[in-house]
């Protein structure tokens, strides 16, 4: 009887192992996404940043933590995009709300453009599309190291003397006559949903159905 235990035992713990190990797949949930892609990989983690928000406080990892965070990349200055993306992940929050979900996650926009940007340009800009969205800005370096971690990109377009269109690439230093002459940025536009342990759970690619957004958001969270 003792051998019969040890032995109903030894097969619940190897099925509870197997459950666990399958579940960091995230294979069914997957299948029941619309519009997202799962990215949780535990052996590959964001690098650690310095950033600094639009009320002039430190943003940096440990701000990701505890939380469901949607987490974009934008720049002021972006002609249709970055507005476009904002106005969405708004009407997303209201959806969210009206739906009363579990979790709302915090909206963090982090621009590609510090020099133009600052913390208060950034309040003034996110705060017009939603009064709960964080900008983020600071040191050029610290937002470029960022936007690698996050697998995002961006290019800078400027006019030389004769007015042709140059492409620089993010580490390539900036004209002085840019900044007085402006430019445009070239970028990515995916949104990452950053879970509770400040790492990158889910990407999503654009185009961006809020209904769908919404739904996979759900999933996610009851299935975390």
């Not at 009206?98 to 621009?111: G, L």
């Not at 961006?154 to 002459?181: F, M, W």
């Not at 400040?198 to 009851?222: C, K, R, W, Y």
């Amino acid at each position: 009887m003792t051998k019969k235990i040890i032995s109903a035992v030894i097969i619940l713990v190897v099925a509870l192992v197997i459950t666990v190990n399958s579940s960091k797949d995230y294979k069914d949930l997957k299948q029941q996404l619309k519009s997202s892609l799962i990215a949780h990989n535990p052996d590959r983690e964001l690098a650690l940043f310095s950033l600094i928000d639009h009320n002039n406080n430190e943003f940096s990892n440990d701000h990701l933590k505890g939380k469901w965070t949607l987490l974009m990349f934008i720049y002021t200055h972006c002609p249709d995009v970055c507005p476009t993306e904002l106005l969405n992940m708004s009407s997303l929050r209201t959806l969210l709300l009206n739906n009363k979900s579990e979790i709302i996650p915090e909206v963090v926009a982090v621009t590609f453009d510090p020099i133009r940007d600052t913390p208060k340009v950034l309040k003034t800009y996110v705060s017009h599309f939603n009064d709960k969205f964080l900008g983020v800005s600071g040191d050029q370096k610290q937002i470029d190291k960022t936007v690698r971690s996050f697998g995002a990109y961006y290019e800078r377009v400027v006019r030389d003397e004769n007015g042709e269109a140059i492409t620089l690439q993010s580490e390539d230093p900036l004209p002085a006559s840019a900044v007085k002459n402006g430019y445009i940025i070239n970028h990515t536009a995916q949104i990452y949903l950053v879970s509770p342990d400040g790492q990158i759970f889910a990407e999503f690619p654009t185009p961006h159905n809020i209904e769908d957004m919404a739904s996979d958001i759900n999933l996610i969270v009851e299935n975390y």
